[in-house]
């Protein structure tokens, strides 16, 4: 959870980025940038405190500088882009892979130095791959919305006609009777249509069109 999160302040991409920023730092650190016992205490450290540095021999520099940038508290001075972040991220990829070798004699340290620079290029891999899922994520479009479930307000089986108009408490609509469409009214949270009499009909009709273009 970023700053303006915890805030409950209004959010935009960068909360994402901040997001994913913690998620780096727990794949490189093995423990959550922010904890504590009780939500608070993360809040405030979310809020007020730094996380614990990843400056570690075995992690490139860079890296640590990406994950400080995207754990900034000030979204001004965080990334600003997914983009610029994979951008980021490709280029200590490349520097990574770049960087020559040594002729030196097997031994312990040298294969967990290369196991370790082989994990490296792996995670980064990873990390390039998901930042540019994310921006696909936030490029595609919201699915169309779905009915998952009514509740009738009539029991009648008759038909309503529109237009359709509410006062909050009421809904009125249209439904035929001997002489041809009459103007009918139910409770919003359902039950029996009341009749209309032709002054309350007039003025709950007049009513309705008054709420209905002030939406």
């Not at 209004?10 to 016992?37: C, N, Q």
């Not at 479009?141 to 009539?154: E, F, H, I, S």
């Not at 309350?200 to 007049?206: A, G, L, R, V």
Request: aromatic share 8%; with cysteine; glycine share 6%.
């Amino acid at each position: 959870m970023s700053p303006e999160q915890a805030r409950a302040e209004e959010l935009d991409f960068r909360t994402d980025l901040f997001s994913f920023g913690a998620v780096l730092y727990e794949m490189a650190a093995g423990r959550p940038p922010f904890s504590g016992k009780s939500s608070a205490v993360i809040f405030e450290a979310i809020l007020n405190k730094n996380p614990p540095s990843l400056q570690r021999p075995d992690l490139p520099e860079k890296f640590v500088e990406i994950v400080d940038k995207a754990l900034e508290k000030e979204r001004d001075m965080r990334y600003q882009s997914a983009a610029e972040m994979r951008a980021d991220l490709k280029r200590l990829r490349r520097q990574t892979a770049s960087q020559p070798s040594v002729a030196v004699p097997r031994s312990g340290a040298t294969e967990a130095h290369r196991w370790l620079q082989l994990r490296w290029l792996a995670l980064l891999g990873v990390l390039v791959s998901g930042i540019v899922a994310l921006g696909f994520w936030f490029l595609a479009p919201l699915p169309a919305p779905k009915v998952l479930n009514y509740t009738p307000l009539t029991h009648d089986r008759g038909r309503k006609y529109p237009p359709l108009v509410t006062d909050g408490s009421r809904l009125y609509f249209m439904t035929p009777n001997k002489t041809g469409l009459a103007i009918a009214e139910v409770s919003t949270s359902g039950g029996k249509r009341p009749p209309l009499t032709r002054t309350s009909m007039t003025f709950n009709w007049m009513t309705c069109h008054q709420v209905a273009r002030s939406c």
